[in-house]
DNA sequence: TAGATTGTTAATCGATTAACAATC
DNA sequence: TAGATTGTTAATCGATTAACAATC
C-alpha cells in the first residue's frame, strides 16, 4: 500500500486502532451497545472529530443523530486489524520474556494462535510451557512452512536476530515482532513486516519526563 | 512544561532521543568520533534536517563544517535523557514479566539503578533474583520513601494497578512504567509521570500491517 | 582560503480540529 | 417533525523538509 494510494491509511490511524479495539472491548463487556464519538472521545481523551476521521478511514460504520452500535464497530475494527485471520505465532528464544509472553492471553484475545516454541538451549528442548513443548531452532524452518506459521516473536539474543529472521522469512514468515534491542530489518524481503519493540526507549521517555516535569 | 512555554520540546521530538542515545551508543563502541547529519542520517534512515532540528531543541552540539563529536553528544543526550541522574526503581509484582525485566542489562546502561522487587505472594517473598530479595507489598510505601524512588514498574495484575499506583504516588514515586492492560491515570497527583506500555498494540498494528501488505 | 557542514529560517507537507450540511 | 449525531469539507495547527547564510 502506497502513500500515494487512494486507500493509503496513515500510521498514525493505524497506530490508534488498537486502542480504539481495546476501549470498545471495554464497552462491551460494560454492555453498553451504542456510544456516539463524543461520548468516546471523552472517555479517550481525544477528539470527537479524531474519532470520526479514524473510523471514516475504513468506512461509515456510524448512523447519523444515533452514533456507532458498540458490537458491529468492535467487529469492524477486529477485522481490520486482522483479528480474524487467525495468523499463527511461533516464540523463538523461550528466555525469561518468552516465557513471560507464554502465558498471556494477549494472543488469543487478538485472534493470534501461539503454536510454536523454539530455543538452542538443550536443557530447554523437549520441556513444556502450557499446551506447547519447546523445539530445537533447527526446525523451525521445517516448522513454520508445514504449519503456516504468520508471525515469529524474537525473544532471542541481538547477536542471533538477524540471522534468525532471514531463515525464518525464507520459510514464509510474514512479520517479525522483534523484542530484542537490534533493530531488525530485511531488505532483501522487502513484503516482510517488522515491528521493533524497543522497550528501553519507552523507560527513557519516562525518564527524560521526569527529569523535566 | 507548557505548549507555549519557549523551551517546550515537542513529544514527537522526545520520543526519538531515545533513538539517537542508541545509535551514538553504538557510534562509540565502533570507534567512530565523529559524524555529520548526513551520515547519521543514512544509518538512522531519517532526514539530515530532522537530525540537525531535533539536536537543536537542546542546544549547538556540532560544529561547522566537522559535525558532531560522537562522544559529547551522546554525553548530551544522556543527560537530556537524565540517565545522569540515576534515578532509582522498584519493580511491583515479580511474575514472568517482573523476572525478565529484572535480569535485562536495560537499567544499567541507562542510569537507572533497580532497588527493590515486590510481591503480595507469600511464596515469593524472600526469594532473591539477582542482587534483590522479594519484599512484602505491605512494605513498599515505607521502602519507596526511606530509599528515594523514583520510578514503579508495574507488571502485576489489571486489577490492582490503579490502588498500587496511588499508594506509590504518596510514597513520592514519580514515574510509572505500566505493564498492565490498563490504561493508568491518576488525576490526584497530575504531576506524576506515567509511561502506559501496550505490548498488545504493538502485536496488533503488526498484524494489522500483515493482513494490509 | 576553500570546502564542509552546521544552525536556522522559510516552505511544504500532513495531521488534527472545527464547522456544518446531510440524514437518521 | 425536531433533535442528535454522523460523514465530510475546510481551516488550522504542527511537524518535517528544503534551502542557505553563517562559520568552522
Same mark, same amino acid.
Given at each position: 500500500?502506497?502513500?500515494?494510494?487512494?486507500?493509503?491509511?496513515?500510521?498514525?490511524?493505524?497506530?490508534?486502532?488498537? &486502542? $480504539?479495539?481495546?476501549?470498545? &472491548?471495554? /464497552? +462491551?463487556?460494560?454492555?453498553?451497545?451504542? !456510544?456516539?464519538?463524543?461520548?468516546?472521545?471523552?472517555?479517550?481523551?481525544?477528539?470527537?472529530?479524531?474519532?470520526?476521521?479514524?473510523?471514516? #478511514?475504513? @468506512? =461509515?460504520?456510524?448512523?447519523? =443523530?444515533? %452514533?456507532?452500535?458498540?458490537?458491529? +464497530? $468492535?467487529?469492524?475494527?477486529?477485522?481490520?486489524?486482522?483479528?480474524?485471520? =487467525?495468523?499463527?505465532?511461533?516464540?523463538?528464544?523461550?528466555?525469561?520474556?518468552?516465557?513471560?509472553?507464554?502465558?498471556?492471553?494477549?494472543?488469543?484475545? &487478538? @485472534? *493470534?494462535?501461539?503454536? =510454536? /516454541?523454539?530455543?538452542?538451549?538443550?536443557?530447554?528442548? %523437549?520441556?513444556?510451557?502450557?499446551?506447547?513443548?519447546?523445539?530445537?531452532?533447527?526446525?523451525?524452518?521445517?516448522?513454520?512452512?508445514?504449519?503456516?506459521?504468520? !508471525?515469529?516473536?524474537?525473544?532471542?539474543?541481538?547477536?542471533?536476530? $538477524?540471522?534468525?529472521?532471514?531463515?525464518?522469512?525464507?520459510?514464509? *514468515?510474514?512479520?517479525?515482532?522483534?523484542?530484542?534491542?537490534?533493530?531488525?530489518?530485511?531488505?532483501?524481503?522487502?513484503?516482510? !513486516?517488522?515491528?521493533?519493540?524497543?522497550?528501553?526507549?519507552? +523507560?527513557?521517555?519516562? #525518564? $527524560?519526563?521526569?527529569?523535566?516535569?
Amino acid at each position: 500500500m502506497s502513500k500515494n494510494d487512494s486507500k493509503y491509511i496513515s500510521k498514525a490511524v493505524i497506530r490508534r486502532l488498537p &486502542r $480504539y479495539f481495546r476501549y470498545l &472491548r471495554d /464497552l +462491551l463487556s460494560n454492555d453498553i451497545m451504542r !456510544i456516539s464519538s463524543k461520548e468516546l472521545s471523552e472517555r479517550m481523551n481525544v477528539t470527537a472529530s479524531q474519532i470520526r476521521q479514524d473510523l471514516n #478511514c475504513f @468506512g =461509515g460504520f456510524g448512523q447519523q =443523530g444515533y %452514533g456507532y452500535n458498540v458490537k458491529s +464497530l $468492535y467487529s469492524e475494527i477486529s477485522k481490520i486489524l486482522g483479528v480474524d485471520k =487467525g495468523y499463527k505465532a511461533v516464540i523463538i528464544g523461550v528466555g525469561n520474556l518468552g516465557k513471560a509472553l507464554i502465558n498471556t492471553p494477549m494472543f488469543e484475545k &487478538r @485472534g *493470534v494462535k501461539l503454536s =510454536g /516454541l523454539f530455543d538452542v538451549d538443550c536443557d530447554l528442548i %523437549g520441556k513444556s510451557f502450557g499446551q506447547l513443548t519447546v523445539m530445537n531452532t533447527d526446525d523451525m524452518e521445517t516448522f513454520c512452512r508445514e504449519n503456516d506459521i504468520s !508471525i515469529a516473536i524474537l525473544t532471542l539474543p541481538k547477536t542471533e536476530v $538477524y540471522d534468525t529472521a532471514i531463515r525464518l522469512a525464507s520459510a514464509g *514468515v510474514k512479520g517479525f515482532w522483534n523484542f530484542s534491542n537490534a533493530e531488525l530489518s530485511l531488505p532483501d524481503y522487502p513484503d516482510v !513486516i517488522i515491528e521493533n519493540v524497543h522497550l528501553g526507549d519507552s +523507560l527513557m521517555a519516562l #525518564c $527524560y519526563e521526569i527529569a523535566n516535569a
